[in-house]
């Protein structure tokens, strides 16, 4: 017993020792240390005090986009990633005119794919892969951290993140995007393995040169199967993920190659490969191009191509894609450029994948007669370039007046293997087919009317020269359009930016015209100076706006989008909102001016005439040196614009080509407008045919206007004559009355008030904040009242001096230090104004008192 007793003393001694011992280190370890601690303490400080400026500042986004994510997360199923049906497009009939289906062609299970493929992708781009649910709480974290401190929504994220973001979200970055993405990786995790998320992934990713999935890939890039390509060509695709343009392997072998070796050097560090599988791999070399027949996936008909198109941006909206026309920079422009392109990449893939029943109007029938139209008209010319096709090619779009829908969509002549439609997506010069929309539409909404008269003389060298090289001198609106003056039209649209506040390219930008630039806010696009230029689409439906009382209708082929795997449709035509462009009356007005230029003995379309319309509007375009040539126009029931000239640019023989565009629009309009009633345009009830002339409701507006105007102007010249002559006479007779002594009295403390108030004003020096101005404009507001009371100095002169000084100093100190901190500004400027707007409430009061007082 006592021996026991002994040994568990024993023991109580060494632990007392051990504690001790362990104490003097702790103590030797801290002083050490202490710099090592100190920054580690520094840098817990910095990522707590992130952490609640990230709560602080983004909470509200937070729990909306949790909401957001937690709802879209609801609705996550297989068929997302994987689709067993193929895409189909039908025709107005209900027949199948096409079958996409490249996912069920290259797609490759997990099973079946070599492992090599996905311990590369995890080696690389998520080594925690098979540790988190989802989320990466390190990830997460650094977000935090880089928005606290300013450098943007910057993270690293997780395989299922970018799987998330590649199916289903915008490639937006924001606070509230990173959330959504985050609650959704979390609820893929729950509901697939990790195998099958590496699975969606590899077949869902973009790896350039429209290839989607990497099965898909390795065919496009090395004419094999994945699980045929050698480790090194398997990092090379694994590692074009990350950037598809920098790490492409046909252009950019280089960076391609370095990257692979990268991934290869991660894989042998993470024990995925042996050393002498990565000596063996960094010594390979590969050989890449581009094969052009290994996706399958060529749409080679107009139609189809215009209705996958149209698709695809339908189902970008649906994922909340904020379309944008305009911008206020180029860097903003380009921005906007990339994340389009990327959204739309992968929403096109999808539906190449499969998974859709697109209806459209798509009549094959139509369009081979419409198809036979271009190309009979084109065979005149029969050049062809290195790539075998025709030099000289011509595109032509159709709209339906009724529905907005594009009947028609001829992207070429129609040549074998010359699938490209440049109906939508190429972008030309339009010349004067563009100044309905931009020059006489927006005057006619300022109240002008086709009898307003305008002068067609230069004023200078800024100013383009017409295409008759002369001035036919004053012009109304309705010849000048008929004769295509170029003058006249850069003054009315440099007129209607000044008038209506609004850039020049706006009601294009409306119409969602695409190829607008940030320079394009110029009058040189009323004659066709764009950046970019416009499609025959665009044109199109921009005449189709004019038809239809101003109101836009987004041009699609498109009727219904079903998805297959539940029958449930997600689209339908008829529920699309118009959007109001033009007055009613203006848009009339421009129609009926369209008229005069194939009605007037001058007209650039005079003796052009359709057989079953008599009531037809119609504008033609030539660029500089003709390179490119328009006839855009419209009859009650359909628009047709028609273009031709070389895919690049080449002067054209004007009168040649520019007459095959008026034959194409002809012939066009004869077979569409065929057996219809013979009727005219809508007149709206806001335009009055007046003795022959066309009145509208803005213009009677604006006379009304200019009417009251200039008798405001009349009557306040004359109210200011009296009010000076009586202040003369008030100033003589009561010059050395009392009543002068208190009202100075009275008018030095309103001043003085007004200088103490001058004091309060708090000044602003932020990043995006500077009120410098707001403040030294009310304190020459109140110098100018100083000096009319002391207008040789005096002591509200030395208060104002002194007060003024002082501010001075303290926004010289607030721009050096750049003080963000100062709150509630705007209230105390608001306070200002309103004291501001007091004290010359009392300055009345007091003159008023003056005027009795006589």
Known sequence: MAKRKDIQQKKQHEAIDNKKSRGKKRGKLTKATKISLSVLAVMLLVIIAGTVFFFQRYGKEVTAAIDAGEEHAAKIQESDFKQHYPTTILDVNGQVIKELKTQERDYMTYKKMDPLVSEALVAIEDRRFYEHHGVDTQGLLTVAVNAATGRGIRGASTITQQLVKNIYLTPEVSISRKIEEMVMAQALEKRFSKHQILEYYLNNVYFGHGAYGINAAAKVYFGKSINDTTLL??????????????????????????????????????????????????????????????????????????????????????????????????????????????????????????????????????????????????????????????????????????????????????????????????????????????????????????????????????????????????????????????????????????????????????????????????????????????????????????????????????????????????????????????????????????????????????????DHNKYWAVKTGTTDEAKDLWTVGATPYYTVAVWIGDDTPQPQDNAIVGQATKDIFKQTMDLLNNGKEDKDFQMPSSVQNVNGQLITRSSQTKEVLAARKNALQAATTDIDTLAKQKANELTTAKLDTPMVSEASTFSNQLISDRIDTLSRFEIIVTDTQDNWQTFDQYAQQVLALIQQVEPSGGSLSDQYNNVYRNKEAEYTHAKAEQNSALDHVSNQIQDAKDQSKDLDKQIEALKKQLEEAD
Not at 484 to 492: D, E, G, P, Q, R
């Open 233 to 610: 060509e398997k990092a090379t695709l694994v590692g074009i993920t990350n950037n598809p343009g920098i790490f492409d392997p046909t252009d950019n072998k280089k960076n391609a190659l370095k990257r692979a070796k990268l991934i290869l050097k991660q894989m042998s560090t993470q024990g995925y490969i042996t050393k002498e599988q990565y000596d063996q791999a960094v010594k390979d070399d590969f050989t890449a191009k581009v094969h052009q027949n290994a996706l399958n996936n060529q749409l080679d008909n107009n139609e189809v191509a215009l209705a996958v198109d149209s698709a695809a941006k339908v189902l970008m909206g649906q994922q909340d894609f904020r379309f944008q026309y305009q911008f206020d920079s180029k860097e903003e422009e380009d921005r906007y450029n990339e994340e389009y392109k990327t959204a739309y990449n992968k929403v096109y893939q999808r539906i190449l994948s499969g998974g859709y029943q697109i209806t459209t109007n798509i009549n094959p029938s139509l369009h081979d007669q419409l198809q036979g139209i271009v190309s009979n008209v084109m065979n005149t010319w029969q050049d062809r370039g290195d790539n075998n096709f025709y030099t000289k090619q011509a595109a032509m779009t159709v709209i339906d007046n009724q529905t907005g829908d594009v009947v028609a969509s001829i992207g070429g002549r129609g040549e074998e293997g010359n699938h490209y439609n440049r109906a939508f997506l190429s972008f030309r010069q339009p010349g004067s087919a563009i100044k309905p929309l931009v020059s006489y539409a927006p005057a006619y909404e300022r109240g002008l009317l086709e009898t307003s008269t305008i002068s067609d003389d230069r004023p200078n060298n800024t100013y383009p020269n017409n295409v008759y090289n002369a001035s036919k001198g004053t012009l109304s609106l309705r010849n000048a359009l008929a004769i295509s003056s170029n003058v006249v039209a850069y003054k009315l649209a440099s007129e209607n930016r000044d008038e209506l506040k609004e850039p020049i390219y706006q009601p294009l930008a409306q119409m969602q015209f695409t190829g607008l630039d940030v320079t394009d806010d110029n009058p040189i696009i009323a004659v066709g100076g764009m950046t970019y230029g416009a499609t025959t689409q665009e044109m199109a439906s921009g005449i189709a706006t004019l038809v239809n009382q101003g109101n836009y209708r987004t041009p699609l082929n498109v009727q219904t989008i079903k998805r297959k795997d539940n029958g449930q449709e997600i689209f339908n035509q008829n529920d699309l909102a118009q959007q109001k462009v033009y007055s009613d009356d203006a848009a009339y007005l421009t129609i009926d001016t369209m008229k005069a230029v194939h009605q007037d003995p001058g007209g650039t379309a005079a003796g052009l005439t359709l």
